[in-house]
């Protein structure tokens, strides 16, 4: 999703409460105007002031209730439909304001200006959601925002969408390239365009395509992190969620690779900003005491952030993208190198052979201090600080060596979809045990279906596990 798109989504929150507010003050003073006062006397004593102290909480929960009804949903719709969810929305919120007003026993002076606040929130919401989208569509008309889209196909369907999208540009669709196939050389043009940030999505036009070239986009799009659509009637396989879409009386369906896009990962960050915050605070004795004890051990560096020669200690992220990665040091400083030792790996085996991840069972390169704080995963603990920084998130699979993800089959770059993370399904399943196909598919099954109560699951099961020395 481009940050336009969510930008756009965020600004109906504050905008639709002030809309709230503006309609209940509204119907307050409407109340008060001479031809109802005529038509009704007044016979209440309420202020303006005690008014508005009851509206600015009542307009919360109004956009409590237009959340769960889906108003600030990522995706687009017609307007008929928004504006139908809006009065649908607007009526439940009235409904849940009577009801509290009921169990609480509290009586509210005007039911005229209940009805009026009613009528005029619909009335205010509306306008300031078509304003939104007005302001949205004259953007992209104009080129601001527009998603840059690379459609695969030589059908009919390619040229209809072609030409549909030219006519429509207020839909913010901007084809950049058209292919016939992704053969090498489109592929090519397509990761240039992209290393640029030019290309958001991939539109597979064809629904006469066969199923393995269907797959084998949709592989391409997960490798580098492109958005995937399709015509339908393409393929049968299993790929996570769709959305259908119409453009030019053709569906087009939309692959959404995770829950993590839009709400979806501001929630994550600010669950990530939250929880490493306090866990910080809550482990900093722990770290103080790991940091003295591999001192002491062995005097120099506490923290495993750069090799022997000096330079960065990378994995890999989001993306595909290497950080600066670092935790604390619990193996001998040349640790690194036996891994190239054939020597070494024959006498001591390598227990992932096979897979693209190296690990002994019982590894000699690890201190006396280091055997206790892997046990108890605590080397682990100075990640709070990548999670805090945005480079890995509290919950996600593992982030592993750019030589590593190097020999990923193409399936597996699914884990790169999102942030790595200090713990995961992994984690909590017998990290040491499982085969590294099984990582994946645990992996990716969280990816696919996240939601904020798996997180949770995951982080308060996690020192369980830590505690009883299973998770290496």
Known sequence: MKRSELAFTLALVPLDYLALVAAGIAAFYVRFH????????????????????????????????????????????????????VFLAASTSMAAVFAILFFSRVLFESRFIAVAAWVLAIAFVSL??????????????????????????????????????????????????????????ASERILAAHEKGGVDEIMLADPEASRDAALELLSFTDTHQIGFRYTADLFSAAIGRTVVHTFAGIPVIEVQKTPLDGWGAIYKRLFDVAGSLALIVVTSPIMLTVSVALFVEEPGRV???????????????????????????????????????????K???????????????????????????????????????????????????????????A??????????????????????????????????????????????????????????????????
């Open 128 to 185: 300031g959601r078509l304003a939104i989208r007005m302001l949205q569509r004259t953007l992209l008309s104009w080129g601001i925002g527009t998603r840059h889209v690379v459609v695969i196909g030589s059908h009919r369907t390619a040229r209809a969408l072609l030409d549909f999208f030219s006519a429509y540009p207020r839909l913010g669709f901007c084809v950049i390239e058209r292919f016939d196939r992704l053969d090498a050389a």
């Open 347 to 405: 006498k001591h085996g390598n227990i992932r052979d096979g897979s693209p991840l190296f690990k002994l069972k019982d590894d000699p390169r690890v201190t006396r201090v280091g055997k206790v704080i892997r046990k108890f995963h605590m080397d682990e603990l100075p990640e709070l600080f990548l999670v805090l920084l945005g480079r890995m998130s509290l919950v996600g699979p593992r982030p592993h060596l750019p030589e590593e993800v």
């Open 34 to 85: 001479p031809f109802f006062t005529a038509w009704r006397p007044v016979a209440f004593n309420l202020t303006v002031e005690r008014y508005t102290a009851v509206i600015l909480p009542v307009a919360l929960v109004w956009i409590a209730v237009f959340a769960l009804s889906g108003l600030y949903a990522t995706h687009p719709r017609r307007i008929a439909s928004e504006l139908t969810r």
């Open 303 to 345: 923290l495993f952030s750069r090799d022997p020669g000096g330079k960065k200690t990378l994995r890999v992220g989001q993306g595909g993208k290497p950080f600066h990665y670092f935790k604390f040091r619990s193996m001998v400083r040349n640790a690194h190198a036996f891994r190239f030792d054939p020597e070494f790996i």
């Open 407 to 472: 020999q990923y089959e193409p399936h597996h770059r699914k884990v790169l979809t999102i942030r790595p993370g200090i713990t995961g399904p992994t984690q909590i399943s017998g990290r040491a045990d499982l085969e590294f196909e099984e990582e994946v598919r645990l992996d990716t099954y969280y990816i696919e279906h996240w939601s904020p109560w798996h997180d949770l699951v995951i982080l308060l099961k996690t020192p369980l596990v830590a505690f009883r020395g299973k998770t290496y």
